[in-house]
């Protein structure tokens, strides 16, 4: 076996392994508090809430393993809303008034770094959606972004049969490759359901000009629904759900999250690949802090460890002067 044919089978082998990062089902960086930033994963959630927000999440997988995938993301999104209403004196002395911005159009855009073993991506997103108001109390919603990822092999640790092999000298180790994302989102009186499609380009991994025809970034197609429900004036109940599909993956997280006095939140997701998610998290002011562990319940979990995340988030007008004048806050919007 020559040393070429070594080295394409060890560049395979990792693309085929890795969980979280790149060109197997999973190729996305995996989020369990997804529902605190819907952001992540539809374009079309950008500005849907009329706040300016910035969200950092960090994301350890597989605890029990040495030099576990880990997953850093920077977050931003707001809205052009109507900062005030300003008077113009036009020249015959007929005063009028008008909107100083528009209030359907959202930003946002994120930076992240995924890395796992040997491979790692970095990327960024950003993100234009438009926002519809129907009768005061339903909101659809479009969401278009623009990204692109940085694919880079480090093969510093790696331990090579034939380190000198001419595929790996002439290999360019890193590449850029562009891509897009769109969605559309609609919420309102606690219910909110959204569809979004990620990777539209489909690229293939390439490595300096070696082409790997059966690797390929995979299109990702997400649904989610939930439902708040105000049981009480002091608990608020969110079963939701949000299925995920490539061409040739499924996956389903069940979920439900408690509120208490609109600040504390506990929740609990089942991933019908054998994991299972507790959350928790509160708020104070504009700042909101969760926390969630994957326990993985397949036989892996013996020597895998789980899973740790944590989300920090810091948003910024949600007093009414801020927002569109029927923008008002509902049930829907806790715990978003």
């Not at 000298?169 to 959204?194: C, E, M």
Request: proline share 3%; charged share 15%; aromatic share 14%.
């Amino acid at each position: 076996m020559t040393g070429s044919r070594i080295y394409k089978i060890m560049i395979a082998g990792l693309l085929i392994i890795i969980p979280a990062g790149l060109l197997n089902a999973q190729q996305k960086p995996v989020f369990s508090q997804y529902m605190m930033n819907k952001f992540l994963i539809n374009p079309a959630f950008a500005g849907n809430s009329g706040h300016t927000s910035v969200n950092l999440t960090a994301r350890q997988q597989y605890s029990g393993f040495a030099n576990p995938p880990r997953t850093f993301l920077l977050s931003g999104q707001t809205r052009l809303l109507e900062d005030s209403w300003i008077l113009r004196v036009r020249k015959v002395r007929k005063k009028t008034t008008q909107a100083s911005r528009s209030q359907n159009v959202g930003l946002g855009g994120y930076i992240y770094n995924d890395r796992n073993g040997l491979i790692s991506r970095t990327g960024f997103q950003l993100t234009y959606a438009y926002h519809i108001n129907f009768k005061n109390a339903y909101q659809l919603s479009f969401g278009l972004s623009g990204s692109g990822f940085q694919y880079k092999l480090d093969a510093t640790d790696a331990t090579l049969t034939h380190p000198d092999d001419p595929l790996l000298l002439n290999a360019k180790n890193t590449f850029f490759v562009p891509d897009a994302n769109a969605g559309i989102y609609i919420s309102g009186r606690g219910f909110y359901s959204g569809l979004s499609i990620t990777e539209l380009f489909g690229s293939y991994v390439k490595l300096g000009k070696n082409k790997f025809e059966n690797y390929k970034t995979l299109r990702h197609f997400y649904l989610i629904t939930g439902y708040k429900i105000a049981v009480s004036n002091y608990i608020i109940l969110e079963p939701s759900f949000l299925a995920q599909a490539t061409i040739d993956n499924f996956q389903l997280d069940i979920s439900t999250r408690v509120f208490y006095l609109r600040n504390y939140w506990i929740g609990f997701t089942y991933r019908t690949n054998n994991t299972l998610v507790s959350m928790v998290g509160f708020k104070y002011d504009g700042l909101f802090f969760g926390y969630a562990y994957d326990a993985n319940l397949s036989n892996m979990r013996s020597y895998g460890g789980g899973s740790h995340e944590l989300m920090l988030e810091y948003r910024i007008g949600s007093s009414n002067t801020r927002r569109a004048r029927w923008l008002r806050p509902d049930v829907s919007e806790i715990g978003e």
